[in-house]
């Protein structure tokens, strides 16, 4: 073993655990005009390098460099290998048939229903589980909390309850506040009924306040970093590897929970849009962006083959073509997925195997020129566009290809390396999934990391359920948010019942008349001189009260606490009819 790969296995061994690291060299990222589309491999459209020791473009257009290859090839075009068993022969990779049977391997009872596709990953033991430990959180802290007069009696949280919750924090997702508490308000300008009438605030603060997810008398020192969550963890990532398989085409990426607070696994990113919070690793379909499997860092010290091999664990041996990016690839790591019949492609850094003849002939390319070596299956290139760009593939060879795209400036085609345009195309799944997340984003405040994590696993549990609903009907043009409103509607409402509640109902209509409590603010058009809309209604009875009464707001204004059975339809606030229900709309100081 000579000194340049015993350097190479060393680094893999004691490799951080933790991606954008800078190398020795400064690893030099693609740039970002080489997110083109996947291009077909046509004869005309491809321009072929083997036996090639360095391939010049020029500024001809590609048709051009078909018709005139005796001008694109400089340098020595004679067989050599260098001292360490790299080649400047390019073959094409002997492409294996991919193994896997892809599609939804658990089908609903009606794969056209919002409700049944949803409930193949949230089923009901989720709920379950939720209450479970939610009660026995309570029966351990309920003690360490101070009990004040007004806080409501503790009652245990049933699963329907528990998916009113759920379905709640949806909604927060649609309509976002500065603070949760606001979505009760009872300003008529703030006002949203459908809040109070599926839950009070307090039951829901109660909730919120004792939701857990693990018995704490169960962890000891031996215990994962993850195990307040780990029972939610495991439940999501068996529902996504079992209840769909994935095509051929894979990524293995990075996503970040939003976390600020302190811990030890927390991780620091300047350059990402989340700077601070918890790494997860995510094997994902490259064209729907589906998460197969994911990874949670927790610094568990890990070598990055393990790392690997473990994330992509449930994919191997199926001759899956895995895209990643610079920190998880190296010759080793190539190496090893080929005996795993896994075949991988993306950028590389430079201490990660490139021969030393490589990157002294790298240093004197030009833009649009590459230089590659090839051992067996495993290409390595290098090419120079604004910076130098450098892969490893064990799928392409070190040909070109149209990008589909034109020069502004020129308006000659745009070609490029197969390997890299293809990369361009299949690492998008992150993004595609980062920006579904975006238009309902469930995420809340919170004190505890556990909290987020959890309602990060519930946002990819809604996503993979939206992926799974098109994938079953292709012919479906529901968006992302018509999909999320349909199962909060679902979650909200009883099941087994006749009871309904309407999204869409006024904050001005009837729907506030059923509130616990009046408005604190009159109503707008409390003065509007209209006294047609303006109708005394009773109070609805309750379970509690057959004949309920409320503080009449006129009485209450001058001193005196009367109370009255009548309300105001319009307004929601409890009058006495007479004089002071006239009062009130038509006196500006009542």
């Known amino acids: 073993m000579d000194t340049h790969e015993q350097y190479d296995k060393i680094t893999e061994i004691f490799a951080d655990n933790l991606s954008d690291i800078p190398s020795e060299d400064e690893d030099v990222n693609i740039h970002e005009d080489d997110f083109d589309s996947e291009c077909s491999r046509s004869d005309s459209e491809t321009v072929r390098s083997a036996k090639k020791h360095k391939l010049v473009i020029s500024s001809v257009s590609s048709s051009d460099k078909v018709n005139n290859s005796s001008n694109e090839i400089t340098g020595d075009l004679t067989f050599c290998c260098d001292n360490d068993n790299w080649s400047t022969v390019d073959i094409l990779p002997n492409l294996e048939k991919f193994k896997g049977n892809w599609g939804v391997t658990v089908i609903p009872s009606e794969p056209d229903s919002i409700i049944a596709v949803t409930n193949i990953i949230f089923g009901d033991d989720l709920f379950a589980m939720f ?68 839950m009070s605030r307090n039951r829901f603060q109660q909730i919120w306040t004792f939701w857990h997810f693990n018995d704490n008398e169960k962890m000891d020192k031996s215990s994962s970093r993850l195990f307040k969550i780990q029972p939610v963890l495991e439940y999501f990532v068996n529902k996504f590897k079992t209840v769909y398989k994935p095509k051929q085409q894979l990524s293995l990426e990075e996503g970040m929970i939003t976390w600020s607070g302190r811990l030890k696994f927390r991780n620091y990113k300047p350059c990402k849009i989340v ?26 010290r890990k070598s990055l083959d393990e790392t690997v091999l473990s994330i992509l664990g449930p994919n191997l041996e199926l001759w899956h073509h895995v895209y990643q990016d610079n920190y998880y690839n190296s010759v080793l790591i190539a190496n090893t997925l080929l005996e795993h019949k896994t075949r991988v492609c993306g950028t590389i850094r430079v201490n990660r195997g490139l021969p030393q003849s490589l990157q002294d002939e790298a240093s004197t390319l030009k833009k649009g020129e590459i230089v590659f070596r090839r051992k067996g299956d495993i290409l390595l290139l290098i090419w120079k566009d604004a910076r130098e760009v450098r892969m490893i593939s064990t799928i392409h060879d070190a040909s070109f290809c149209s990008t589909g795209r034109k020069n502004r400036d020129s308006g000659e085609e745009i070609i490029k390396p197969m390997c890299i345009v293809q990369y361009n ?44 609903f098109q994938t079953l009907n292709p012919q479906s043009k ?56 303006h109708i005394p209604v009773k109070i609805p009875s309750s379970e509690k009260k057959k004949f309920p009464t409320k503080v009449c707001r006129v009485c209450v204004t001058h001193g005196k606490r009367s109370e009255t059975r009548y309300i105001c339809k319009f307004c929601a606030v409890p009058l006495h009819i007479g004089e002071c229900f006239t009062k009130y709309h038509i006196l500006k100081k009542y």
């Open 131 to 198: 209450c479970n430990q939610l009660s026995v959180y309570y029966n351990q802290t309920s003690g360490k909390h101070k009990v004040v007069n007004k806080v409501l009696k503790w009652s245990s949280v049933t699963p329907t309850e528990m998916r009113k919750f759920l379905g709640l924090i949806l909604l927060m997702g649609h309509t976002r506040k500065d603070n949760w508490k606001e979505y009760w308000s009872t300003d008529p300008l703030l006002a949203i009924p459908i809040f109070p009438q599926t």
């Open 425 to 468: 195309a299949y690492m998008k799944g992150l993004d595609l999934a980062d920006q579904y997340f975006s238009y309902c984003n469930i995420l809340r405040k919170s004190a505890k990391w556990t909290k987020n994590v959890v309602l990060y696993l519930i946002n990819c549990g809604l996503f993979n359920s939206f992926k799974i």
């Open 275 to 300: 700077k601070c919070g918890l790494l997860v690793r995510m094997v994902r379909e490259s064209d729907t962006g589906y998460i197969c499997n994911m990874e949670i860092y927790s610094d568990e």
């Open 478 to 533: 529901i968006k992302y948010k018509q999909f999320l409103l349909v199962v909060a509607r679902d979650w909200i409402t009883p099941k087994g019942t006749e009871e309904s509640i309407d999204l869409e109902s006024n904050i001005s209509g009837p729907s506030n008349i059923g509130s616990k409590r009046p408005p604190c603010k009159d109503h707008p058009q409390r003065l509007s001189g209209n006294m047609k809309q």
